[in-house]
């Protein structure tokens, strides 16, 4: 039987989702544990592949489990589970669904506070710069959605069939000091570390460093810059993800409180 596992977990203690040598993930921690509690070897399939200390406030996996469980494995797998990975639904599938490939959007949110705070240091990632320029990081985020070609928004393009894809929406909401700001995007799909790239040329943007017409022509041209800089990973979201079949409402509490009711866009 194919089951789908909807949980949340904080990014900042694991080199990623995805299982590798050598290193913590979160794949593996879940695996490891599922394992020991159904008493066979279990792997999963994730929704897609958050880097290192990158958080999900929202994320699906699946897993066949051949045998019939009569216990609470719900209650018994959040027991086993490490505090910062949390499950909160088990939903049985049609046996071809598939958390990664079935998924038709992905939303991301980018936190950045420019003041140091120490209840925001793993929630939210730290640039003190002064006087940034919303009114031109507005401009540059809202060209996103108009191009369709993110080549030079990845690390490594060339490994991919095509770097086509569908940024749906676009956003930058900014708190009323001016000293917080938030960046959602949306997409059926995204390229290795794309979000962050996208993110530290917002910031340059917004410090002055490049113009919004230097911004649009990595768009344009499809031309890799000589220096990617992605943005830190602390303060990147994995926040919704939806499914032909399958559209939850994200459980973690997180996200809405650090959205709050403050935030508007600009």
């Not at 719900?74 to 909160?88: D, G, H, Q, T, V």
Request: net charge positive; glycine share 4%.
């Amino acid at each position: 039987m194919r089951y789908f596992f909807h949980i949340a977990y904080q990014g900042q203690y694991y080199s990623g989702w995805q299982r590798q040598p050598g290193v913590k993930s979160v794949q593996e921690v879940i695996e490891q544990t599922l394992s020991k509690i159904l008493k066979t070897p279990i792997t999963i399939n994730g929704c897609g592949r958050t880097d290192a200390h990158v958080h999900a406030s929202q994320f699906f996996f699946h897993a066949d489990i051949e045998q019939a469980f009569d216990f609470d494995l719900l209650y018994i797998l959040n027991k086993a589970l490490p505090c910062n990975i949390a499950a909160f639904d088990i939903i049985p599938m049609q046996p071809k669904a598939h958390a990664r490939f079935d998924a038709v959007q992905r939303r991301y949110d980018y936190f950045v506070h420019t003041y140091k705070d120490p209840f925001l240091n793993t929630q939210s990632s730290l640039y003190q710069v002064n006087n940034l320029d919303f009114d031109k990081m507005k401009s540059a985020v809202k060209l996103l959605t108009q191009y369709k070609d993110y080549r030079a928004f990845c690390t490594h393009p060339d490994k991919y069939e095509h770097t086509i894809c569908n940024v749906m929406e676009a956003t930058l909401f900014v708190n009323p000091k001016a000293d917080r700001f938030r960046f959602h995007i949306a997409s059926n799909r995204f390229l290795g570390k794309m979000i962050r790239i996208t993110m530290g040329k917002i910031l340059l943007v917004g410090k002055g460093e490049i113009s919004v017409d230097e911004f649009e022509s990595y768009l344009t041209t499809l031309k890799t810059p000589k220096l990617l800089l992605p943005a830190h990973p602390t303060g990147l979201y994995l926040s919704k993800v939806t499914y032909p079949y399958l559209n939850l409402a994200p459980r973690s509490e997180i996200i809405s409180a650090l959205q709050g009711t403050e935030w508007a866009s600009v």
